[in-house]
């Protein structure tokens, strides 16, 4: 039996445009534009590298739920979260030092509350992203 691989690789290319942005891609999916952000003496309005940090974080959190709440057959009507990053100077660079992640669960059924709870929490422990930082990364998860 021929045994798959455990290494996946993703490609994308940034490419400078005009001041301090850019648009990044990758094959087969929509142009990004990035910017340095305004505290950084960059533009307003446009995705920065800390915005994306950010948001890898949330989303990852979000997609493993998915994943891991279908395998459990958990019913839910709604996810949204919220996620934010505290970026700080450390020894003199700046780092990302801690993200919290607020999910907003609603469930079809009040029973299933105990098993959405372990879900999320199971979610935040297997997120490939939030293994892959240094940050430490917070979940307060409301479940309804």
Same mark, same amino acid.
């Given at each position: 039996?021929?045994?798959?691989?455990?290494?996946?690789?993703?490609?994308?290319?940034?490419?400078?445009?005009?001041?301090?942005?850019?648009? /990044?891609?990758?094959?087969?999916?929509?142009? &990004?534009?990035?910017?340095?952000?305004?505290?950084?003496?960059?533009?307003?309005?446009?995705?920065?590298?800390?915005?994306?940090?950010?948001?890898?974080?949330?989303?990852?959190?979000?997609? /493993?739920?998915?994943?891991?709440?279908?395998?459990?057959?958990?019913?839910?009507?709604?996810?949204?979260?919220?996620?934010?990053?505290?970026?700080?100077?450390? !020894?003199?660079?700046?780092?990302? /030092?801690?993200?919290?992640?607020?999910?907003?669960?609603?469930?079809?059924?009040?029973?299933?509350?105990?098993?959405?709870?372990?879900?999320? !929490?199971?979610?935040?422990?297997?997120?490939?992203?939030?293994?892959?930082?240094?940050?430490?990364?917070?979940?307060?998860? &409301?479940?309804?």
């Amino acid at each position: 039996m021929e045994q798959k691989s455990k290494v996946y690789m993703y490609h994308t290319t940034v490419k400078w445009t005009e001041q301090r942005k850019g648009v /990044t891609s990758c094959a087969g999916k929509p142009e &990004v534009q990035v910017a340095t952000p305004p505290e950084f003496k960059g533009h307003a309005g446009i995705w920065s590298p800390e915005d994306l940090f950010v948001a890898s974080a949330n989303v990852c959190l979000m997609t /493993t739920f998915l994943a891991v709440a279908e395998r459990a057959g958990l019913a839910f009507s709604s996810y949204e979260s919220t996620a934010e990053g505290r970026l700080e100077l450390v !020894e003199g660079k700046f780092q990302f /030092t801690a993200i919290t992640v607020r999910p907003s669960i609603t469930l079809k059924s009040g029973d299933d509350v105990t098993l959405a709870k372990g879900l999320i !929490e199971k979610a935040e422990r297997n997120c490939l992203i939030s293994n892959s930082m240094k940050a430490t990364v917070t979940l307060e998860p &409301v479940i309804r």
